[in-house]
């Protein structure tokens, strides 16, 4: 049991906690969420006895083990098998004992040391470090490659690795899966059911919350705040009190229309209907917990561009990577429509990150054309888009480089709306926090006006309320948007058709996010039942005739599906026409009497037709997901 007592925690001459008090449980799985700069961090520094409480008490088990994942890893000639094995201290103290007994030739000591090393089962240690590393991506011969052979995001995931090695029965992990695709993500989220300790999460990602934790701890107004249940919970109980109070309600309302008017836009364009009935649950969720957001600093849009093409992109033979020998995406045929919504799918170095940085001109293509639009506008959000920007500029400098001729004002009030306020227009952004420069990077991007949006993990370093804010906008954004990230809430929200990158290919993934994550599971067990890659397991002739054969019998469903969205899209057309004729105010003098009750008798069939039309699409929608379910 861990208890806090009173406690009051400053950071400096700044108050991050006063006077709160809590009591987590052994086995409690608690996600801990608050803006960025809010104190999480910093608490964890205080469980893991890196601090002291400036008031109150932390009250600890005194046999309690430990571990934390480390944020930064110095590069090192260390094996990645040795440094995660380097978690399990007790291991290596052991190992370090037995050495030197050898040495000495002390057969009373080594009898003594191998003893423990068999009860701490050291010879199956090995291979336990081997899975986490496999689970977290790693390749085999990756094993005996050195620290310092790593890029900063896989040595992450060696420190995530070390944390899970080492023996605990409490678990601090901060951001953990900042750095992980789906894969790896969904491997960590069975690693931690699975664990019996006490865990304690910050994450963005609010789909991990939901699927992991139990509990959420909320810094709210210096103090820490318990909610039972999973992050959607926490949403729904803070929702209910907000909505109560008339401001939030109107918010509410407001941002209610804007999701209905997305949920419009979406139904009339979707041709899948199992990802459609997954977009659709998920949208419209999100008009529940609207409130629960209704304090957040972080209310912007991407500004109105001034054009969009029908047709933004489109590539012929396109060969994408690095080195001619070794490319990773060969012959990529595909056109990008005005308006598409695109998740990129695949395991991490398959290529997603470099095919978006080839469309972005960032990276010159290997072979193949690329044919853009006259009137394209490209905004691209790098993963480590950061490390461009200007260590000395301010963000209003920056926003004034990207548009002398905007008055000063208008550049304050768009920062304003990223929680750039006042005296931080005008800092330097050297001192920022990574949160804080992903922020910027996002407003340098959102006020360009982009009709093609190309982001990959945009998430990346950003609080829960910046992602929620971030999901929100793009929703509202009328562009095009092509997606790589391992969030699923704002996978689930925001885009509606995937790509799946792999094996060199790029190839339409024809499902929703819950059956890719099912292929994926489906597949690791294949694999570790058969002692295959999950490569040759996505590729068996039995899995692809299977899968000939569930699309043969789901034809006439999807048929019908199809031909109720071309019916709701002529329907909502004429309707858009119908409503832009009544708005004529002349329709309404005495002598236009007939033609306006002929329209408004058009609308009224038109309302009832499209309420009827759209109720049989959920349940061919729902028909076709209880049928591509079932085994």
């Known amino acids: ?165 080492q023996p605990s029965q409490l678990l601090l992990l901060d951001e953990p899966t900042n750095h992980l695709d789906l894969e790896a993500t969904l491997w960590l989220r069975q690693w931690l059911l699975r664990y019996e300790g006490t865990v304690l999460l910050i994450s963005h990602d609010r789909k991990f919350l939901d699927d992991v934790v139990q509990h959420i701890i909320s810094f709210e107004n210096l103090k820490l705040i318990t909610y039972r249940g999973n992050y959607s919970a926490y949403e729904r109980q803070k929702a209910e009190r907000l909505a109560q109070q008339q401001a939030a309600y109107e918010k509410q309302q407001e ?82 429509l005005g308006g598409a919504r695109i998740g990129l799918l695949g395991p991490n170095g398959q290529g997603k990150s470099t095919l978006l940085k080839t469309l972005a001109g960032q990276l010159p293509a290997l072979a193949g054309a690329q044919h853009n639009a006259d009137h394209l506008v490209l905004g691209y959000c790098a993963q480590h888009q950061t490390d461009v920007l200007d260590q000395n500029a301010t963000p209003l400098q920056l926003m004034q480089r990207l548009d002398p001729a905007a008055p000063e004002q208008d550049l304050r009030n768009f920062l304003g709306s990223f929680a750039f306020r006042g005296e931080q227009a005008d800092s330097v952004i050297r001192a920022f926090s990574g949160g804080e420069k992903s922020r910027l990077a996002l407003a340098l991007v959102a006020w360009q006006r982009p009709n093609l949006l190309l982001m990959d993990e945009p998430t990346n370093h950003l609080d829960l309320e910046m992602v929620h804010a971030l999901t929100r906008a793009l929703q509202e954004y009328e562009g095009a948007l092509i997606l790589v990230s391992h969030d699923r809430h704002l996978l689930n929200n925001t885009v509606d058709q995937f790509l799946l990158v792999r094996n060199g290919k790029v190839e339409i993934f024809d499902g929703s996010l819950e059956d890719y994550e099912q292929l994926i599971i489906d597949t690791r067990a294949a694999t570790d039942k058969n002692g295959k890659t999950a490569a040759s397991g996505l590729d068996k002739k039995e899995q692809r005739q299977q899968a000939a054969q569930r699309r043969e019998q789901l034809k006439p469903l999807r048929d019908k599906l199809k031909k109720l969205e071309q019916q709701l899209d002529k329907d909502h057309q004429r309707l858009s026409a119908l409503e832009h004729q009544l708005s004529d105010m ?40 209880r049928m591509g379910l079932e085994p």
Request: aromatic residues 8%.
């Open 255 to 336: 941002r209610k229309a804007h999701i209905e008017d997305f949920v419009r836009r979406f139904r009339a364009k979707a041709t899948k209907a199992r990802q459609a009935q997954s977009r659709m649950k998920e949208l419209q969720r999100m008009v529940d917990i609207e409130p629960a957001h209704v304090d957040s600093p972080f209310q912007f849009r991407f500004r109105e561009a001034k054009r969009y093409p029908d047709i933004m992109l489109s590539c012929e033979n396109l060969v994408v990577g690095y080195t001619p020998e070794r490319p990773l995406i060969s012959k990529f045929n595909y056109t990008v």
């Open 586 to 625: 002349g329709l309404y003098e005495d002598a236009n009497k007939a033609k306006l009750a002929k329209l408004l008798q058009e609308q009224g069939e038109l309302k009832r037709r499209l309420e009827e039309t759209e109720e049989q699409w959920l349940l061919v929608g729902d028909e076709l997901e």
């Open 1 to 165: 049991m861990l208890t806090l007592q009173n406690l009051t925690l400053y950071q400096g001459s700044t108050a991050l906690i006063r006077d709160s008090s809590l009591t987590i449980y052994q086995g409690q799985k608690v996600g801990v969420i608050g803006r960025n700069g809010c104190g999480k961090s910093t608490l964890f520094r205080l469980l893991m006895g890196e601090l002291a409480p400036d008031g109150g008490e932390v009250l600890l088990p005194p046999s309690l083990a430990r571990a934390q994942m480390k944020q930064e890893t110095a590069a090192s000639a260390r094996a990645a098998l040795d440094y995660v094995l380097d978690g399990h201290q007790r291991l290596r103290e052991v190992q370090a004992a037995l050495a030197q007994a050898e040495a000495k030739d002390d057969h009373t000591a080594m009898a003594r040391h191998l003893a423990e090393f068999e009860e701490l089962d050291g010879y199956a240690l090995n291979n336990r470090a081997e899975q986490l590393l496999s689970g977290l991506g790693f390749a085999v011969e990756e094993f005996q490659k050195t620290v310092a052979e790593f890029s900063g995001g896989w040595r992450i995931r060696l420190n995530l690795a070390q944390a899970l090695m």
